[in-house]
């Protein structure tokens, strides 16, 4: 059994900065990648960033300079600077990880909404 467990969203103005978390816990012996996807409605899940055990990041072009991915431990972070209205989405988590019999496994979280509006 596993659990994310994701915070930060929320109602921002353009230009306003939020922080999203999500931790992981339960039947975990390695997370391989966690990221950041996101789905605004009418349109498919992207992935936005993510970041890999060795510390490996990747963004989509769209909010590169804008968001940094971070991570301690089983926790992932997404630090979104400067909004904007095209950012307002459901942000999900998700963890790429290995049992603790050593099968490889994606988890994902339940959601956090994001609206960017004046």
């Known amino acids: 059994q596993v659990q994310l467990v994701e915070s930060g969203g929320g109602l921002v103005q353009p230009g306003e900065s939020l922080r999203l978390s999500c931790t992981a816990s339960?039947?975990?012996?390695?997370?391989?990648?966690m990221g950041w996807y996101r789905q605004a409605p009418g349109k498919q899940r992207e992935l936005v960033a993510s970041?890999?055990?060795?510390?490996s990041t990747n963004y989509v072009d769209s909010v590169k300079g804008r968001f940094a991915i971070s991570k301690e431990t089983n926790t992932v972070y997404l630090q979104m600077n400067s909004l904007k209205p095209e950012d307002t989405a459901v942000y999900y988590c998700?963890?790429?990880?290995?049992?603790?019999?050593?099968?490889?496994?994606?988890?994902w979280g339940q959601g956090t909404q994001v609206t960017v509006s004046s």
């Open positions: 998700k963890i790429e990880y290995a049992t603790r019999t050593f099968a490889r496994r994606d988890y």
């Open positions: 339960g039947s975990i012996y390695l997370i391989y990648v």
């Open positions: 970041i890999s055990v060795g510390g």
